[in-house]
């Protein structure tokens, strides 16, 4: 069983709309939870990336938050545009010092639609 | 465009042929990574290098064979591969944990191999 799971498997939304992925996971030792965007055929970019004291970080129209107390984590989209089209993977880092020990979530496949 | 430039994009290859991807980044960063990443999965660690040394092989077969000759470049020799390794290769880079907790990973946009 995974340790990080995503939900949902994938999504279709109009553009402009808003939208909220979820990640709950059972990982630990807990260090920082990361949320990452990957477009087809692209490497995963970095959205944002929490540790266990923050509990909501924004970047543009992305926010991210975390609930360490009951492990889930979720990232909102405001006003939705066609570029969002995209996997958003959720991770758990186990480790501050390095990038050694992750887990990965399965993503969640954004579709936005004009 | 991203920093960490992986060459070639597409890779076709035979089960006897040998191969090697490449990796570069400009960014001053001592941490690399190789991925593998299957359609619609999950990035899964193969090797981390940290100070151009070895730190990480997560029990990848020898049928892939990674290097780091300076701090610039990673790459990725690929020998007798199976139909099975045909998947996207992503390489990463970080600052190390010397240089502060939390280093966010930035990664190449890949390279696409097909094993025949």
């Known amino acids: 069983k995974n340790q990080v799971e995503q939900s949902p498997q994938s999504l279709i939304i109009l553009e402009g709309k808003n939208c909220t992925l979820q990640?709950?996971?059972?990982?630990?030792?807990?260090?920082?939870l990361r949320w990452y965007k990957q477009d087809t055929g692209r490497g995963p970019v970095s959205l944002t990336i929490m540790t266990f004291s923050e509990n909501t970080k924004s970047n543009g129209r992305y926010t991210a938050t975390l609930d360490a107390d009951t492990k889930q984590s979720s990232l909102h989209i405001t006003a939705s545009q066609l570029s969002d089209s995209a996997s958003y993977i959720c991770?758990?880092?186990?480790?501050?010092?390095?990038?050694?020990?992750?887990?990965f979530g399965a993503g969640t496949r954004l579709t936005v639609k004009p | 465009d991203t920093e960490v430039t992986q060459t070639p994009k597409h890779l076709v290859m035979g089960m006897t042929n040998k191969k090697s991807l490449k990796c570069e980044q400009h960014m001053g960063h001592r941490a690399m990574y190789w991925y593998k990443q299957k359609a619609k999965k999950p990035p899964e660690l193969m090797f981390v290098y940290s100070y151009e040394k070895l730190s990480i092989n997560e029990s990848v077969p020898s049928r892939f064979s990674p290097e780091c000759p300076n701090s610039s470049l990673l790459n990725l020799h690929l020998h007798a591969l199976q139909p099975e390794d045909s998947a996207l290769y992503l390489c990463?880079?970080?600052?190390?944990?010397?240089?502060?907790?939390?280093?966010?990973?930035?990664f190449g946009d890949g390279t696409r191999l097909s094993i025949l």
């Open positions: 990463a880079s970080s600052r190390s944990g010397a240089e502060g907790p939390y280093q966010p990973q930035h």
């Open positions: 991770v758990v880092s186990l480790n501050r010092y390095n990038n050694n020990d992750m887990r």
């Open positions: 990640c709950n996971y059972t990982v630990s030792p807990f260090s920082n």
